[in-house]
């Protein structure tokens, strides 16, 4: 896997591109082409509007198991009127990273849970046990978020909630660990399988706008 890419000769017509713009922040390309000369590439108008002929982007192509090639990308050229697709200048400057980049998006979001110990377990949870609790997240990546929530919860316990995106709804399972600032506490997510690991990444990159 980590050679397996040399070049953006070797992406594939349909791969998923995150790409980065200093003073836009981050968007999500697809390939539609990829020729000896060119890359070419379909985005949403907001990040075709904001390109011009010359421009280097951060890219990051994601693999299985949370790897990710991380290359820069030059703009060659854009349709912005009716096509929205932008052409771009092959690289074999390529890194492979273990990990993928995490990012971490300053929001505030609702969010509904409710707390346990891990001494409740195996017991099955019913609604009359559960107090379903409010709290608003402000921070937020795909490993961990900081909940604002004015009452008191112990270090250690488990929370279990869910994130609103754009496709739906993400159940979220995580460990309750005390903040520094008074009413902040740090949510270590736990358990979360890779499919909903890049839905919420695609949120946050939705989010982190310059």
């Not at 703009?75 to 200048?89: R, Y």
């Amino acid at each position: 896997m980590r050679n397996k890419i040399r070049s953006t000769k070797d992406l594939r017509v349909n791969s998923v591109l995150r790409v980065y713009k200093k003073g836009f922040g981050y968007s999500k390309i697809h390939i539609i082409d990829n020729s000896d000369y060119y890359l070419a590439a379909g985005a949403e108008k907001e990040f075709i509007d904001v390109l011009r002929d010359g421009d280097v982007l951060d890219a990051y192509y994601w693999t299985e198991h949370e790897s990710s090639y991380e290359f820069p990308l030059r703009v060659l050229g854009h349709f912005h009127i009716d096509l929205k697709i932008a052409f771009f200048e092959h690289t074999d400057k390529i890194s492979w990273k273990k990990e993928r980049r995490c990012l971490t998006a300053h929001v505030r979001e609702p969010f509904s849970f409710f707390t346990f110990h891990i001494g409740d377990t195996p017991r099955t949870f019913e609604s009359r046990d559960v107090t379903l609790r409010q709290g608003t997240l402000v921070e937020l990546n795909d490993r961990e978020a900081l909940l604002h929530y004015e009452e008191s919860m112990d270090e250690g316990d488990f929370l279990k909630g869910h994130i609103s995106v754009g496709d739906g709804d993400i159940d979220i399972l995580a460990r309750i660990h005390t903040a520094t600032t008074s009413g902040d506490y740090r949510l270590e997510f736990i358990g979360l399988g890779d499919k909903d690991r890049c839905r919420l990444l695609d949120h946050v990159l939705s989010l982190y706008r310059e």
